[in-house]
T-cell receptor
Framework: QKEVEQNSGPLSVPEGAIASLNCTYS??????FFWYRQYSGKSPELIMF????GDKEDGRFTAQLNKASQYVSLLIRDSQPSDSATYLC??????????FGTGTKLQVIP | EAQVTQNPRYLITVTGKKLTVTCSQN?????MSWYRQDPGLGLRQIYY???????DKGDVPEGYKVSRKEKRNFPLILESPSPNQTSLYFC?????????????FGNGTRLTVT
């Protein structure tokens, strides 16, 4: 079982729709959870992080964390073509070891 | 400007020819790390360092060396590169003081070993 799992996609959504990206993790001791966006050939950039159960909103982005189910998600409202990228879920555990999922490719169709 | 600087951006070399990829950060971060990214495999950690003179293996350390003689620099050394080390490499840094500290990535180094 992979430590951090994401559906590789591609996930295709029409412009203006809500994109829902999901991530599960195996280490119950995980502390923090990050979402990074990566455009093709570029470096990952932080979108947001969450460490408490529940929802955290930042503009069009909402991160959701459910530690009991070991599940974290990212919702993108009013999706734009510029949101088309690969989204990486990252989980921080002991000694600040960061484990990444393989990423979900999102395509926003104009 | 706060940043992580990697050099070179692109590197083509031949099997067995030693090379070094440099990484420098200007944010006074304690934690630095190297990742490689391959299609379908995501970002995999090679080595990491929690402070000067403190380094440890990540998930895929074979064939790589690192050093941390200064806080700002964390070079990645391939003593005898092989074609299976052809990959996209990222250096990253973060503060050690909080689990909520995000990683700041360099622009990446695309390495081809023939």
């Amino acid at each position: 079982q992979k430590e951090v799992e994401q559906n590789s996609g591609p996930l295709s959504v029409p412009e203006g729709a809500i994109a829902s990206l999901n991530c599960t993790y195996s280490d119950r001791g995980s502390q923090s959870f990050f979402w990074y966006r990566q455009y093709s050939g570029k470096s990952p950039e932080l979108i947001m992080f969450i460490y408490s159960n529940g929802d955290k909103e930042d503009g069009r982005f909402t991160a959701q964390l459910n530690k009991a189910s070991q599940y974290v998600s990212l919702l993108i409202r009013d999706s734009q073509p510029s949101d088309s990228a690969t989204y990486l879920c990252a989980v921080t555990g002991g000694y600040q070891k960061v484990t990444f999922g393989t990423g979900t490719k999102l395509q926003v169709i104009p | 400007e706060a940043q992580v600087t990697q050099n070179p951006r692109y590197l083509i070399t031949v099997t067995g020819k030693k090379l070094t990829v440099t990484c420098s950060q200007n944010m006074n971060h304690e934690y630095m790390s190297w990742y490689r990214q391959d299609p379908g495999l995501g970002l995999r950690q090679i080595y990491y360092s929690m402070n000067v003179e403190v380094t440890d293996k990540g998930d895929v350390p074979e064939g790589y060396k690192v050093s941390r003689k200064e806080k700002r620099n964390f070079p990645l050394i391939l003593e005898s590169p092989s074609p299976n080390q052809t990959s996209l490499y990222f250096c990253a840094s973060s503060l050690m003081s909080s689990y909520n500290s995000p990683l700041h990535f360099g622009n990446g180094t695309r390495l081809t070993v023939t």
